[in-house]
């Protein structure tokens, strides 16, 4: 079977640096080793670290079953704004050339990573004329995202005007052969907003969730002597096992007060211990003038895989610090499974499926509001070694039985048939 995976600014196996492979190449190797052959469609704009791969089209036959399309688009440099969206359109643009000028092109199915929307209107059109089934993996609530940036007074004008946003979105959806997300809480959004009969055989069958997993990360004796030799270059000893650490971009998408209150807040009782925070992004000079009188916090640069490994899996605990928005209230991100994954809970202030989480899996803590009472709970974490070690077991059985690599895209290609 020749399937065709669209996922727009994804690292690939072709870039240089330290970030992993995501969604949509893990998924490549496995139909790979299925013996499927794959097409990933990707765009030649970096989002991660918002460079240009490449300037124009590029091809790039990897093996005799994978090729790579990349599709140029303007570039930005905001996480939300209008050169964002002009992106976007850009890349729809330039995507529906590409498939105009390729008239051979035909796989058998589709794996279309949403959003964005432009571009996912465009192979939805594309799809239904060659007849082509396709999955759409769903990762964020876009649009619904976009009014929440505007005041409540003018979130019923920002919803008219984001009117064509909506309605191709319900498009989308609706002409989706069939449709995975990463929680049941996406699931439900979808379904609201594709306004279907959910009483239909054809929707019982056409949702299923697939979480943001990746395979475990592990250290060989090269990896482990390397990122030990990081970490003690920086005078950063980790193995005292006296941190919590942050490891994310730093945007907006943050709500970085849930380290720096908690952070203020330990520093007259147990100043010993460190908040490690690391990443890169707009916000950088933000937080080093927020951070800046709080000794017991540590700003690192950006950091790879094997030094993030190491430095979490010692870690006391994980900050999450995701923003009470509808799309983080109905996600579990990879950073919170990546804190599973290592044995180490995770602390969080979200409200939404963390929270809830937290509630059935005991791996976690949730910290409603900064106020003395709540933050006491980091005094627990590290005075309390049974409780600790208990959140620590619950973490990694929650892993295991909830974000298994395998089990997921096994289920995921499974949906393909």
């Known amino acids: 079977m020749h399937i065709c995976i669209f996922q727009t600014g994804e690292p690939l196996h072709i870039d240089k640096g330290n970030y992993r492979p995501m969604r949509c190449m893990l998924l490549a190797n496995k139909l790979i080793e299925k013996g499927h052959k794959v097409s990933l469609i990707s765009s030649t704009f970096f989002h991660q670290r918002k460079i240009f791969r490449f300037k124009s089209n590029r091809y790039i036959n990897v093996n005799k079953n994978l090729n790579i399309y990349l599709i140029p688009s303007i570039g930005y440099k905001n996480h939300i704004g209008i050169r964002r969206i002009l992106d976007h359109i850009s890349l729809a643009f330039n995507l529906h050339i590409f498939l105009k000028n390729n008239k051979d092109f035909h796989p058998d199915r589709i794996f279309l990573g949403y959003p964005p929307i432009e571009t996912s209107l465009v192979i939805i059109i594309w799809g239904m004329k060659k007849k082509i089934p396709i999955i759409l993996d769903v990762k964020d609530n876009w649009p619904e995202n ?35 997300s990463i929680t049941d809480s996406f699931i439900r959004w979808i379904k609201i907003i594709s306004e279907e009969n959910l009483d239909s055989y054809k929707v019982k069958n056409k949702y299923f969730v697939s979480p943001l997993v990746r395979k475990p990360i592990k250290l060989n004796n090269e990896d482990y002597e390397y990122s030990k030799k990081f970490w003690l270059n920086l005078n950063i000893n980790i193995f005292e096992q006296k941190h919590f650490s942050f490891i994310g971009s730093f945007t907006k998408s943050f709500d970085f007060n849930l380290i720096y209150f908690s952070a203020k807040y330990l520093l007259s009782r147990k100043p010993e211990y460190k908040f490690i925070v690391c990443g890169s992004g707009d916000q950088r000079d933000n937080l080093e003038k927020l951070f800046f009188n709080l000794e017991n916090i540590i ?23 995701y923003k009470n928005n509808s799309n983080f209230n109905n996600s579990i991100p990879n950073k919170i499974i990546e804190s599973l ?11 939404g499926e963390m929270k809830t989480m937290i509630n059935n899996q005991m791996n976690g803590i949730y910290v409603p509001n900064y106020t003395n009472k709540s933050l006491s709970i980091l005094i627990k974490l590290i005075d309390d070694k049974k409780f600790l070690n208990e959140l620590k077991e619950n973490a990694y059985k929650s892993y295991e ?7 997921v895209f096994e289920n995921i290609i499974k949906n393909f048939d």
């Open 146 to 180: 976009f009014i929440e940036v505007f005041p409540k007074r003018l979130k019923s004008v920002a919803k008219l005007f984001l009117f064509p946003y909506f309605f191709s979105a319900k498009y989308i959806f609706k002409e989706s052969y069939k449709i995975t």
């Open 299 to 321: 700003l690192v640069g950006e950091i790879d895989q094997y030094q993030s490994k190491l430095l979490i899996s010692n870690s006391i605990a994980t900050l999450a610090p």
């Open 341 to 351: 994954e290592n044995k180490v809970p995770f602390i969080t202030n979200n409200y």
């Open 401 to 407: 039985n909830l974000y298994d690599f395998d089990k």
